[in-house]
């Protein structure tokens, strides 16, 4: 390859919550003397970036001036370009793009604009704890529709349910993860569809949180929400970001897709209100820097990566694990670990499970943040002899009854 995804980086000292967190507020607690940690918890990568992105962070900071500025055209167009060539979008123009201070302030600048406080709001569930956590600050209600799989395991949202509850509780606002996190489903278009055809039905905004579209493993596609009907181009606002393809969320900035003129005005004036809600220069130039052609060509070999990874560990968890189930992603870079039958079968607890991972140094994360009772998160995005070495560990501390 390329571009180096078989180093492992120090981050130690290097402002990564990954390594330096540990022990601290909701992360994981250090394992035990001696033992090393393995990051496999919040969900950013374990790779050095394009370094396209370092070229342009650097070429810009030379300049020793750090004023006023704002967003260029080349800002604009690296994003209509993206789109373009990554999604199929086509028809998108500067004046639908807006910043973002990341997609959980856009969910709620959104949410300020078609909800009223104490609002209920659709989520599929599981859930990213994110929306949990900003929705219940904000004073919104939630209301969940979860996820059930079918007889290969996989996915799927249960359209019926969906439709009961937005009728039940009234509910004319619905976040939307595509592709899902946690489960890692990339959803089929029929599948948006039919999800659209509903809100359309019960007169629904959506938020399509988008962020994870770009880490799409081999064999599948990412559908844009919006791009499935004209209704749901002009009921949608979509949210994106460099951050989590490109490992980028400590310099923040993300952005979000409105058509829709009536709701695009309100959600940039919500947005304004804060009086936080600018750019950081250096985001600016970093995402640009990402969206030059060495990082298409850094994120196809990043795809490659991801899909190996998964690969390994799904197929390493049915020969090894007996009773912990797993429906492979098919999208992102994390597992959701599903350990019911095998806390059963060994009269373990899911929080003996944990905790048996973290003292062996495998930093995984409680999955029953994010509506899994018994589940268990886990970050894949390391280079492989890393993963391998995890899951050796598992084998050897946790899953050896």
């Not at 990213?128 to 529709?145: A, D, E, K, P």
């Not at 004209?230 to 923040?252: I, M």
């Amino acid at each position: 390859m390329q571009y180096d995804f078989t180093s492992i980086m120090d981050r130690r000292g290097r402002d990564a919550l990954a390594v330096d967190g540990l022990g601290t507020g909701y992360a994981p607690p250090l394992p035990k003397d001696g033992v090393e940690p393995i990051p496999m918890w919040v969900a950013d990568m374990n790779f050095p970036t394009v370094p396209t992105i370092v070229e342009a962070i650097v070429e810009r900071a030379q300049h020793p001036a750090f004023g006023y500025f704002q967003p260029t055209e080349d800002y604009y167009n690296a994003i209509i370009q993206w789109q373009s060539k990554r999604n199929g979008v086509t028809g998108l123009k500067k004046e639908a793009i807006g910043y973002e201070n990341g997609v959980l302030g856009g969910v709620v600048s959104a949410l300020n604009v078609f909800c009223s406080k104490g609002d209920t709001v659709l989520l599929h569930s599981p859930t990213y704890i994110g929306f949990t956590g900003c929705l219940l600050n904000n004073g919104y209600h939630i209301v969940h529709s979860p996820l059930v799989q079918d007889e290969a395991g996989v996915w799927r949202m249960d359209f019926a349910d969906m439709e009961k509850k937005l009728v039940q509780h009234k509910i004319h606002a619905a976040i939307f993860c595509s592709p899902h996190n946690p489960t890692g489903r990339v959803w089929e278009r029929w599948e948006i569809e039919q999800a659209m055809a509903l809100f359309q039905k019960h007169d629904v905004f959506v938020i399509s949180d988008e962020i994870w579209s770009d880490i799409i493993l081999a064999g599948y596609q990412h559908v844009p929400t919006q791009s499935v009907s004209e209704d749901a181009r002009n009921r949608t606002v979509a949210l994106y970001a460099p951050s989590k393809t490109f490992n980028l969320a400590g310099l923040v900035g993300s952005y979000h897709i409105i058509y829709n003129r009536w709701i695009r005005e309100r959600v940039e004036k919500e947005s304004s209100l804060c009086h936080y809600n600018d750019m950081n220069v250096l985001s600016m130039h970093a995402l640009l820097g990402a969206y030059k052609p060495e990082g298409y060509a850094w994120l196809d070999e990043l795809r490659q990566v991801l899909t190996g990874n998964v690969e390994f560990a799904c197929a390493y968890i049915g020969e090894h694990f007996p009773g912990v189930q797993v429906s492979k992603p098919q999208g992102t870079y994390m597992l959701f670990l599903d350990c019911t039958q095998w806390c059963a079968a060994h009269d373990k607890t899911i929080e003996e499970v944990l905790k048996a991972g973290w003292d062996a140094g495998v930093m995984w994360q409680d999955g029953r943040m994010f509506h899994g009772p018994c589940h268990i998160r886990m970050n894949l995005a390391l280079p492989l002899s890393r993963v391998q070495e995890a899951f050796a560990r598992l084998q050897q501390s946790v899953f050896c009854g």
